[in-house]
């Protein structure tokens, strides 16, 4: 059964950094295409970073610049380096591969 849970969102504020994770079980994300969602109030999800296995990013031109999306392949573990980060940026964020989403981890950014 494969489960993702996302941790490390919490309130920040703007200019701040986040480190958001990822954890799998029941897969291996260093084989497939993975990817961070987010959601904010009154919006639909959109793609933020994907990695590919290949090494390959992309990344929401919103985002470009202050986002970094990584792997730990030992620890099977994604992340989200989130810096100078916007009042726009707040939302749920949500890992993802394949039909397997996370629960999503709020992050607040607001003075």
């Known amino acids: 059964q494969v489960q993702l849970v996302e941790s490390g969102g919490g309130l920040v504020q703007p200019g701040g950094s986040l480190k958001l994770s990822c954890e799998a079980s029941?897969?291996?994300?260093?084989?497939?295409?993975i990817h961070w969602f987010r959601q904010a109030p009154g919006k639909e999800r959109e793609p933020v970073a994907s990695l590919i296995p290949s090494g390959w990013t992309q990344y929401a031109d919103s985002v470009k610049g202050r986002f970094t999306i990584s792997l730990d392949k030992e620890k099977n573990v994604m992340f989200l380096q989130m810096n100078d980060l916007k009042i726009e940026d707040t939302a749920v964020y949500f890992c993802n591969m394949y039909q397997y989403w996370g629960p999503g981890t709020q992050v607040t950014v607001s003075s």
């Open positions: 029941g897969v291996i994300f260093s084989r497939n295409d």
